[in-house]
């Protein structure tokens, strides 16, 4: 055992000696563990001209749908029920609440409100600004639009009308059926008595307009 401990100890001091002998050296450094360190690969953004446009990122296959993203519920999703046609109440698993005409409201006043104006007249603070709009925001108590159903509402705010552009990237679509169902508030509360309107409609008596 003496022995091996001797001559562990004299290949020690042989490695030390050399590896502190001062030279330099033009070969590169020993990489022991490789780990793929020198992988060929390309990083995001970086340019690489194997592909046609030049980019190492690659677009998705046509037709991908990322997880969570499929969106099959045409209901929730498009407002529309199986034949087609634009659905008049909400989709299965939102419900009609105080909580939902809160947060309707809510957001009704944040994207809606600077337009169609608080009680959906179609006079927001927007239309007085500048000589206002080309063509006017649409007034939710003319008659016309009274019969529409609440599929209506929430296909316009997803995807527009006219001169409006569509909210469907700023607001999550169950934000976009309360906002729905609040301007179906706001056009009720033209004819019924206050006693019957949510409480958070009370204050919000626009008069019907033909």
Known sequence: MARVRTTWAAMAALLTVMGCRGNRSNEPPVHLQQNMDFQERGEAQ????????GRVMR???PGTIAVGYLKEDDHLWRGRLPNGALADELPAGIELSAALLDRGQER?????????????H???PATRRGGGF???????HQQKFLPVTLGYFFDVASNGKG???GYKAQIPVEDRWAIAAWVRTLQVTGE???????EQAQNQRPRRIQ
């Open 46 to 53: 970086e340019r690489n001209d194997f592909f046609a446009d």
């Open 59 to 61: 677009p998705p296959v």
């Open 108 to 120: 009704y006043n944040i994207y809606c409100q600077p337009c169609h104006g608080e009680t959906g």
């Open 122 to 124: 179609g006079n927001g």
């Open 134 to 140: 080309a063509v006017a925001p649409a007034n939710f």
């Open 163 to 165: 001169s409006m552009k």
């Open 192 to 198: 019924a008595s206050v006693d019957e309107l949510p």
